[in-house]
């Protein structure tokens, strides 16, 4: 039987509070990692992903721990990768989620809505890795989070797909420079996948991205979950530079 087992691992997770973020976070804590799980403290996530906290440290006493931080500001990201590193002399896993949307066409778009989806989807996951190889233990993996976006280019979102897409040009340098160490560094691209976000989607919409999509339904958190899993694992140890699409086949 092959099972994947990360005792003694640490995954820091980005926007680990909601949706795919909380999702990995569980996934690698029931493969034995202990997790932090970031969050840039607006809205409700705070408070979701204290609670995801205290759910996973009531399984495993002193598993998780929460780390607040916008992934687009360097001082932050800073402090965070110090205080993961002094947590449990390091981490073994970055996996970098967080993302925000800001949709329009780019007659309209303004650069406020232009400049912050790059900051945290782009120069957040710079940050983040610039940061993290700080405090990342030798034969680590880094994880980053592309999109379907990058390659369909959907209607009125050019600066995330601009950002999506430069993530997976990211990870294919971060690859070569981070060999030396073993440190593996690849990108996942979702498609569209269940979560609250899609939800606003409106249904018509939804049913036109379903006839693009071979297997005829949205992703599961789970499913890109254990893709993530699966990148970080002794099972991918030649895997490197690459994109991984998780989009039920989409070709649209």
Known sequence: M??????????????????????????????????????????????????LAEALNAAR??????????????????AMMESAGAWRGGIDFLINNAAIIRDRTIAKMNREEWDAVLDVNLTGVFLCCQHGLGVMRDGGAIV?????????????????AAAKAGVQAMMRVLSREAARRGIRANAVAPGVIDTSMAATIPE????????????????????????????????????????????????G
């Open 2 to 51: 092959i099972s994947i087992d990360l005792s003694g691992k640490t995954a820091l997770i980005t926007g680990a509070s909601q949706g795919i973020g909380a999702r990995i976070a569980r996934t690698f804590h029931g493969a034995g990692a202990d997790v932090i799980l970031n969050h840039p403290d607006k809205g409700t996530t705070g408070d979701d992903a204290a609670a």
């Open 144 to 160: 980053s989070f592309g999109s379907i976006a990058a390659i369909q280019g959907f209607f009125g979102q050019a600066n995330y």
């Open 204 to 251: 018509s919409v939804r049913e036109e991205m379903l006839k693009n999509v071979p297997l005829g339904r949205f992703g599961t958190t789970e499913e890109v979950a254990n893709v993530v899993l699966f990148l970080c694992s002794p099972l991918a140890s030649y895997v490197t530079g690459q994109t991984i699409e998780i989009n039920g086949g989409w070709r």
């Open 61 to 78: 006493p002193g598993s998780a721990l929460v780390a607040a931080a916008d992934v687009s500001d360097e001082t932050q990201v800073r």
